[in-house]
């Protein structure tokens, strides 16, 4: 299907799993009113097929569907609903390559360190597909992110366990106070268009060009900033003392998959900086293996493994361990720690998961523990710092009371930090990093040292105009509270200013708005949520990010639930589903046990809005009712308790679909606004309704035995299909 209506993409884990289940029943409905859902394939698997296709056969070659999706997004009737997608880390892109050549697809290995030219191409275009390579593709617009009304009103009649706050509690936050990428930052707003070239001059006056003609147009704000090695390294010794000193478990949180460059590195010296003594005794043997830090400990262990000097340094490391302050762990019972793998503690999950727990992490001595929450670089640190001593001074939020934060986000155009992956850099040696314009003119330059962590990010005119306009609309819309989280003090957030100040003055709503430094705003926040308030935040691409799970995991229990719509700048609609923090532990139950307890309301909610924009864009009236009565299932799932249950024998992702497309059909069946989708839909309402006992019935059987869906990155279609539809009296209903 070339041009869908709708384009559905294909992903990975357990949105994936839940898709094998939930999207016949999508395009099923569909039909009825005319309208087409495709799918194009962004799964990390996929992306890494799509970029070898000359090392395959061709039947295992397919379309690159991100670049497709990537041009789609730019015209005006793109209409795209957008699962959580892996965004790899360097140890899930090789998981993922292994399972690939097992199962016959003859990829070449992702060099670690590149020695050839071949190897070196080779590595460039894995590192294409790294972190987060997805989003910024994807999303040409702003971002609009908030809880449905039916989500937070659920949520507030049905308040999720939060945990106790101890007003002598040990956690905190802890971050660089200087020599960080904050304190570093250089802004600039270029009054023409320009090409800068990147470039290091060594001491000695070699001149290295790390990165050529690099274009910006008019009204772009440019960034440069550094973290200092030297600075980074003393930190991290200090705070692991600092940990041990008092009694709390040290963790560090960091965000190495949307920061694929900087982040593993940050993450590598925390590895390094725990390990000291070892990797100070045995600095050449490691070299000569081959360890990488920036991996984790994971990497570290299963490498010195293979060695004959394995033995050895285990023991030397199972000393080290002993000796310092307890790890915050990902999973006590397999050991674990929070130093395995870059990927597994991302920030924005991981910090509000703590905050939920009363400030907890898990130990290794599986109990529950203060933390150390360890965040380098102080940009956004602030914003956690102050929602732990909030809730140190005043106690849990009470979910069945909280007002809720919504987020209007800066993200268009690869905007801010997020979009500086081709533009960072490890410095080879001591010297100046500048940004040469080609005029000649030096825009920005930082002195240097050997290993420091260098990089640029942009930020477009016609993005920040479009994301203050959104700000607006939804403040117009919600008249609540609405602050834009920005710090005159800081470089970037300067600039940005200029912008917002006279646009809002223009538009004659600056006393709507306040403008707030992000501790500031984040106390606000917090206060007024507390008195059952509401308040918009407005973003940048970060805090985006961090917020919208920061918030909606303390209100609603999960970020999963969160509507997210993109409006593109070009007309069309992105629709995204919500996060896919948890989707690795739902997979690994799913089979074990073939129970799949991902919830699916981020997908409803994004169906609902995908269908009504459809019938706005497309003069679809039918496409229209169909989006009101997924509202009116979203209701009934919620009101009737249809969501996942999280153990094995309860109700799972695939009975929540069951009675999704049930209530979908009767909402369409007992709408008036059109009498030929109703006397469509109302026997397949009769037929889902009559059928009830039997498909919950099917549904409850398939489950408590392992589950083969034949991968985990790249799964059997057929396997995984089985598995996900295994009631016969349920497919015939819906074929």
């Known amino acids: ?57 061709e039947a295992q070659r397919q379309s690159d569907d991100l670049a497709f999706l990537g041009e789609l997004v730019k015209t005006p009737g793109a209409n795209v609903i957008k699962l959580p997608n892996v965004s790899a880390s360097v140890p899930q892109l090789v998981a993922a390559v292994k399972e690939l050549q097992a199962q016959g697809y003859a990829l070449p290995d992702y060099p670690e360190s590149p020695a050839s030219d071949a190897e070196k191409a080779i590595r460039a275009k894995y590192d294409t597909i790294k972190g987060s390579a997805v989003n910024p593709v994807l999303r040409e617009g702003n971002s609009d992110r908030r809880a449905a009304v039916a989500v937070k009103n659920y949520a507030q009649a049905n308040p999720h366990r939060m945990g106790a706050w101890s007003a002598d509690s040990k956690t905190t936050v802890s971050t660089m106070d200087a020599n960080d990428f904050r304190s570093n930052e250089k802004s600039a707003t270029l009054a023409q268009a320009a090409t800068a070239r990147i470039e290091h001059v060594a001491l000695d006056g070699t001149v290295t060009v790390l990165k050529d003609a690099v274009s910006y147009p008019a009204g772009t704000v440019v960034d440069a900033t550094f973290m200092s090695a030297k600075a980074l390294g003393a930190f991290l010794l200090d705070q692991i003392a600092a940990t041990k000193e008092a009694g709390t478990l040290f963790s560090i949180h960091l965000k190495a998959t949307m920061m ?76 674990i720690t929070n130093l395995h793998v870059p990927s597994d503690v991302i920030i924005d999950a991981s910090m509000p998961a703590l905050i939920r727990a009363g400030g907890k992490g898990w130990g290794p001595d599986g109990q529950e523990a203060d933390t150390n929450c360890v965040i380098p670089d102080s940009s956004y640190a602030a914003v956690y710092d102050e929602a732990v001593k909030n809730c140190i001074a005043n106690g849990a939020l009470d979910p069945a009371t909280a007002g809720t934060v919504q987020n209007v986000g800066l993200m268009a155009q690869k905007a801010e930090e997020y979009g500086s992956h081709p533009t960072t850099f490890e410095i080879p040696a001591d010297g100046t990093v500048r940004m040469v314009l080609d005029n000649g003119d030096i825009l920005h330059e930082h002195e240097v040292e050997a290993g420091d962590i260098w990089r640029s990010a942009s930020t477009r005119q016609a993005p920040i105009e479009d994301w203050v306009q959104l700000a607006i609309d939804r403040q117009a819309l919600e008249n609540c509270q609405a602050v834009f989280w920005l710090d005159e003090d800081r470089a970037h957030d300067a600039e940005l200013l200029k912008y917002v100040r006279p646009l809002l003055d223009k538009a004659g709503v600056a006393d709507k708005f306040q403008i707030l430094a992000p501790r500031e705003a ?44 993109v409006k593109l700048m070009q007309g069309g609609g992105l629709f995204e589903t919500g996060a896919g923090g948890s989707a690795p532990k739902h997979v690994q139950q799913l089979v074990e046990e073939n129970h799949l307890r991902w919830d699916s309301l981020g997908e409803f909610c994004a169906l609902g809005e995908s269908l009504k924009f459809l019938a706005q864009v497309k003069n679809n009236p039918k496409a229209m009712v169909l989006g009101r009565a997924v509202d009116a299932a979203t209701q009934g799932i919620l009101d009737h308790d249809k969501s996942p249950g999280r153990k094995v024998g309860q109700p799972d992702n695939r009975d929540s679909h069951y009675y999704f497309a049930l209530y979908w059909a009767q909402a369409l069946a007992a709408q008036t606004d059109d009498v030929e989708l109703a006397a469509s839909f109302a026997p397949i309402a009769q037929a889902l309704s009559d059928a009830e006992a039997q498909i919950t019935s099917d549904l409850a059987a398939a489950q408590g035995q392992p589950a083969d869906i034949g991968g985990y990155y790249h799964t059997d279609p057929a396997k995984t299909a089985a598995v996900m539809r295994p009631s016969a009296a349920l497919n015939a209903i819906i074929g």
Do not use: C, W
């Open 1 to 57: 299907m070339d041009n869908p209506d709708i384009v559905y993409t294909k992903v990975d884990e357990a949105p994936e799993l839940a898709s094998a289940s939930f999207l016949p029943i999508i395009q099923r409905f569909a039909a009825e009113a005319g309208v087409t859902v495709g799918t194009r394939d962004i799964s990390l698997a996929g992306r890494i097929i799509a970029t070898f296709p000359e090392h395959l056969t």
């Open 260 to 335: 694929k460059v900087s982040d593993p590195i940050i993450f590598g010296h925390a590895v390094k900086a725990f390990l000291k003594p070892v990797f100070d005794t045995y600095a050449d043997d490691l070299a000569a293996m081959g360890v990488n830090p920036n991996s984790g400990l994971g990497g570290v262990l299963s490498t010195i493994a293979a060695s004959p000097k394995g033995a050895e340094i285990q023991a030397a490391i199972d000393a080290v361990m002993a000796d310092q302050p307890p790890m915050y762990m990902v999973n006590s019972d397999k050991g």
């Open 522 to 565: 984040t106390a606000l926040s917090f206060d007024t949520i507390r008195k059952g308030e509401n308040s918009i935040a407005v973003t940048g691409n970060v805090l985006r990010d961090y917020l919208t799970d920061l918030f909606p995991i303390l209100e609603l229990g999960t970020s999963a639930k969160m509507l997210s719509i």
